[in-house]
């Protein structure tokens, strides 16, 4: 145990030394003297045991076994948490329940059987080591109802109210974001976790254009990525509605950029109507809205698409595949594909063609299938995989919607 430190000392922080006097617990005695850091964070043996033994690779602990996050150097063991470092601790954990890292190793984990609850729990108190708390003291104060005896900002003991609502709410969303995670996981539905950190405060009333200006440049990226499409499709083939997996991510990004969702769904449909949102000048604000508005139809439009293979129920192919060559299927397709499947297709589905309606009483499908039966045609006998070339098409079409340019600008 090291000497006494105040609380300033301990954060670094730029406030004044307190008087409370907080006991402070040494890691530095309990690690190896060299100075590589990943040393502090392997599984240390106890002062009876000679060693741990070296694993071999075919026993090596699967990844989501491995410890994340690296502790603090000095871990306050007495004494009550400060505002600034609890809320470090909580941020962080919500922080840390939406990454993608998190998701996967938690879904590995629930295909293997593990414990996800207890999973869960021990990052959280890597978590606080990390922020300087030792778990043994404090994970009880931050679980269920905080401890206000833990926290010198609570209001019981003279502390700051708006503080303590604050971390308040913090602890809410992290509860929600932990049963999300474990939820989608435990499912293996990766899609259902939440995915954005809610901000510390949520306007629910007044004016929000700044709010949404920043909702859309946080909206239209991640709509536009391939792996939201990925997840869409994957959610889809699973039976879930895409429009709800939308409206959720759409829930989420609203409270990540400060707007409660109710408020922000509300601000939303008043810009959509041409309404003032927070000032009279709005053509930024819409035009940022109306290509959000643009990439969600579009991801709706891709995903609600019939699954078809070439000539499956057609009559006779009307474009050969390509032969001499396997097809590709990864990647990225090569320039000019996008140009030569619109040249080729639109005389054939136009306005004013007679070729899709010929074929549709022919065989009694519906026009829709037909024209993607002859896209997936199209797309072999440009030495693509049907499969393959269909989702990079999906991706070219959400892409042009994000970036507000034609399809054919995205060869």
């Known amino acids: 145990t090291t000497r006494a430190r105040d609380n300033s000392e301990v954060q670094g922080a730029r406030e004044p030394a307190r008087d409370n006097r907080v006991t402070m617990q040494g890691r530095l005695g309990r690690v190896s003297a060299a100075p590589d850091s990943s040393a502090r964070d392997q599984p240390r043996a106890a002062p009876s045991d000679p060693g741990t033994p070296t694993m071999s690779p075919k026993s090596a602990p699967p990844a989501w076994r491995a410890?994340?996050?690296?502790?603090?150097?000095?871990?306050?063991?007495?004494?009550?948490?400060?505002?600034?470092?609890?809320?470090?601790?909580?941020?962080?954990?919500?922080?840390?329940?939406?990454?993608?890292?998190?998701i996967r190793l938690l879904t590995l984990a629930a295909a293997a059987g593990a414990t996800l609850e207890s999973l869960t729990a021990r990052w959280q108190a890597e978590m606080l080591e990390k922020c300087g708390l030792n778990p043994a003291q404090f994970v009880h104060s931050f679980r269920a109802g905080a401890d206000e005896a833990a926290f010198e900002f609570a209001p019981a003991y003279g502390g700051n109210a708006?503080?303590?609502?604050?971390?308040?709410?913090?602890?809410a969303e992290l509860r929600k974001g932990t049963l999300s995670l474990i939820g989608g996981a435990a499912q293996q539905k990766p899609w259902r976790c939440r995915r954005f950190v809610p901000a510390p405060v949520l306007l629910a009333v007044g004016p929000v254009r700044p709010q949404l200006l920043e909702y859309s440049e946080l909206a239209i990226p991640w709509l536009g990525k391939e792996?939201?499409?990925?997840?869409?499709?994957?959610?889809t083939a699973a039976g879930d509605d895409a429009s709800r997996l939308l409206a959720k991510w759409k829930c989420e990004m609203l409270e990540a950029c400060g707007i409660k969702r109710s408020h922000g769904l509300i601000a939303l449909h008043a810009a959509a109507a041409a309404s003032t949102v927070g000032m009279k000048d709005?053509?930024?604000?819409?035009?940022?809205?109306?290509?959000?508005?643009?990439?969600?139809?579009?991801?709706?439009?891709?995903?609600?698409?019939?699954?078809?293979?070439?000539?499956?129920?057609?009559?006779?192919?009307?474009?050969?595949?390509?032969?001499?060559?396997?097809?590709?299927?990864?990647?990225?397709?090569?320039?000019?594909?996008?140009?030569?499947?619109?040249?080729?297709?639109?005389?054939?589905?136009?306005?004013?063609?007679?070729?899709?309606?010929?074929?549709?009483?022919?065989?009694?499908?519906?026009?829709?299938?037909?024209?993607?039966t002859w896209q997936c045609e199209l797309l072999e006998a440009l030495g693509i995989e049907q499969n393959f070339g269909m989702?990079?098409?999906?991706?070219?079409?959400?892409?042009?919607?994000?970036?507000?340019?034609?399809?054919?600008?995205?060869?």
Not at 227 to 235: D, H, I, K, R, V
Not at 391 to 411: F, H, I, M, N
Request: hydrophobic share 40%.
């Open 162 to 171: 708006s503080q303590w609502a604050e971390f308040g709410h913090a602890l």
């Open 391 to 411: 989702r990079q098409l999906c991706v070219r079409v959400v892409q042009s919607a994000a970036d507000d340019e034609p399809l054919w600008k995205t060869d």
């Open 67 to 102: 410890r994340r996050f690296e502790a603090a150097l000095l871990l306050r063991d007495s004494g009550r948490v400060p505002f600034r470092q609890a809320m470090s601790y909580v941020r962080g954990c919500c922080e840390m329940m939406c990454t993608d890292e998190s």
């Open 227 to 235: 792996q939201t499409l990925a997840a869409l499709f994957s959610a």
């Open 282 to 372: 709005n053509g930024e604000l819409n035009a940022a809205l109306a290509r959000t508005a643009a990439t969600e139809r579009a991801l709706l439009l891709v995903t609600s698409l019939p699954i078809v293979r070439a000539s499956d129920e057609l009559s006779e192919r009307r474009f050969p595949p390509a032969g001499g060559k396997a097809l590709q299927n990864f990647g990225e397709l090569e320039s000019g594909v996008v140009g030569t499947l619109l040249g080729s297709l639109n005389p054939l589905v136009g306005m004013g063609s007679s070729a899709l309606r010929e074929e549709a009483t022919r065989t009694g499908l519906p026009p829709s299938k037909i024209a993607l």
